[in-house]
């Protein structure tokens, strides 16, 4: 890959792994309720599940939606459909009583699975794989998904560790219900770009 455009797709990856979106504010929240070590496999699946989405559409996927434009259409309801389920669940997080570790943070599986039904997952792939690459080999694909891998994580532990910052502010049931009913606000205000 020429090195202006391995310099640029970094820029991207960057860019959109550290903004605002549906796997940040999923980690700031289980940053807060479960720590940042506890949430080691939620961005570890998170990382990896992308860079191999990125892959995968890079080397097909994309096709899919180009000729069956009902398919986005689905994908996009369903999508819509499970971070309104997820928004409702973070709003109605109970806090833990005294000694007790209430609910647990996402999984490696159930983070790398989400990427799917993430819309801004989509769209950081669907662009990644248009703009960045030259070429529909697997090597350019993997060139692609590596750098989004290498940069994604660093960028999303700012926000796993920025929520356990926080942990020591919510240390009332009040303040962790407000930050919860916040987070679940804004995950779906990250929706306004795939619903306008």
């Not at 997952?121 to 891998?149: E, I, P, Q, R």
């Not at 240390?171 to 795939?194: C, D, G, K």
Request: glycine residues 6%; without cysteine.
């Amino acid at each position: 890959m020429d090195p202006t455009l391995l310099f640029a797709l970094v820029g991207f990856a960057f860019a959109t792994s550290v903004t605002p979106g549906p796997n940040n504010m999923m980690l700031l929240a289980s940053g807060a309720n479960f720590g940042f070590r506890r949430t080691v496999p939620h961005m570890l699946g998170i990382s990896l599940g992308h860079a191999f989405m990125v892959f995968i559409v890079g080397i097909g996927v994309a096709e899919v939606f180009h000729s069956h434009p009902h398919a986005e259409l689905a994908l996009k309801i369903v999508s819509v459909g499970y971070m309104l389920w997820l928004a409702w669940k973070i709003a109605n997080a109970a806090p833990p009583k005294e000694g007790e570790a209430k609910g647990r943070p996402f999984t490696f599986i159930q983070a790398a699975a989400f990427q799917w039904v993430n819309p801004k997952a989509w769209a950081m792939a669907l662009t990644a794989v248009t703009v960045y690459t030259t070429s529909d080999s697997w090597a350019s694909m993997a060139v692609v998904a590596g750098v989004f891998a290498a940069t994604n994580l660093p960028s999303v532990s700012v926000w796993a560790w920025a929520g356990q910052q926080l942990r020591r502010w919510l240390t009332t049931n009040r303040r962790l219900r407000v930050f919860n009913i916040s987070m679940a606000v804004l995950l779906v205000a990250s929706l306004w770009p795939v619903l306008a």
